[in-house]
Nanobody
Framework: QVHLVESGGGFVQPGGSLKLSCAVS????????IGWFRQGPGKEREGVAC????????RYAANMQERFAISRDNANNTVYLQMDNLKAEDTGVYYC?????????????????WGQGAQVIVSS
């Protein structure tokens, strides 16, 4: 059974940084993509970035690559989201999801498994 667990959320002042982790378990092959999504207060869930477990290909939502970086550590089955120069509008719950297959896509519709979410609050 696939299991995703996020960690690393918290409170940070504008301009600060956080690194989220997504611990992945339960897959029997590398043909899947891990994506980070977020949902701000009163907003719909939006994609941030995703990465292929097989070959490390990445995809970012528009403007996200300027301050966000996704990476993976296959040895530890963990995917990270480094977030720098955080702004108040980055506040929200950050989820990691898993999309089974070979296509590297950042559309939540196709994601089959989700973690419980990690709260990020950016405020002075």
């Amino acid at each position: 059974q696939v299991h995703l667990v996020e960690s690393g959320g918290g409170f940070v002042q504008p301009g600060g940084s956080l690194k989220l982790s997504c611990a992945v378990s339960g897959f029997t092959s590398d043909y899947y993509t891990i994506g980070w999504f977020r949902q701000g207060p009163g907003k719909e869930r939006e994609g941030v970035a995703c990465i292929s477990a097989k070959d490390g290909r990445t995809r970012y939502a528009a403007n996200m690559q300027e301050r966000f970086a996704i990476s993976r550590d296959n040895a530890n089955n963990t995917v990270y989201l480094q977030m720098d120069n955080l702004k108040a509008e980055d506040t929200g719950v950050y989820y990691c999801g898993a999309d089974v297959g070979v296509v590297v896509e950042l559309d939540a519709y196709w994601y089959d498994h989700w973690g419980q979410g990690a709260q990020v609050i950016v405020s002075s």
